[in-house]
């Protein structure tokens, strides 16, 4: 049996526990409305990849226990800054990670770990 083919990074999902609100805010930050928008999940299409807010905190609680997805932006200094004016709390401020690469995380004001990254070695496209 052959391992399974992994066709790249498709969805990260955050649980939320007002869902309300991450909604709207997520709204603001990532500038689009949800494609699937449900009292049960909420889904954001981003560059052909999702962000998923789950409401149901039974399994996983909101917070920065798990893994950090990182987001695809063209310049990191202003995507931090923009996540700062919009209540992001600071973890790890923007940083060099080697061939111009620059990366930085952030909590959301839900507790979860969003982080970014500048990578010249991707296009910098957006869907």
Same mark, same amino acid.
């Given at each position: 049996?052959?391992?399974?083919?992994? *066709?790249?990074?498709?969805?990260?999902?955050?649980?939320?526990? +007002?869902?309300?609100?991450?909604?709207?805010?997520?709204?603001?930050? *990532?500038?689009?409305?949800?494609?699937?928008?449900?009292?049960?999940?909420?889904?954001?299409?981003? =560059?052909?990849?999702? *962000?998923?807010?789950?409401? +149901?905190?039974?399994a996983q609680a909101p917070g920065a226990a798990g893994g950090v997805a990182y987001w695809g932006v063209a310049n990191a200094d202003q995507a931090w800054a923009q996540l700062m004016k919009q209540g992001a709390a600071p973890l790890s401020p923007v940083r060099?990670?080697?061939?111009? %690469?620059?990366?930085?995380?952030?909590? +959301?004001?839900? =507790?979860?770990? *969003?982080? %970014? %990254?500048?990578?010249?070695?991707?296009?910098?496209?957006?869907?």
């Open positions: 049996m052959s391992a399974p083919r992994f *066709l790249g990074l498709r969805t990260t999902i955050y649980p939320v526990t +007002d869902l309300a609100k991450a909604r709207a805010w997520y709204s603001e930050v *990532l500038g689009v409305r949800p494609y699937f928008d449900e009292p049960f999940y909420v889904g954001f299409n981003v =560059g052909g990849f999702e *962000l998923g807010l789950d409401p +149901d905190t039974s060099e990670v080697g061939g111009g %690469i620059r990366v930085a995380t952030v909590k +959301d004001p839900f =507790g979860n770990v *969003l982080g %970014i %990254i500048e990578n010249p070695h991707f296009p910098n496209t957006a869907g």
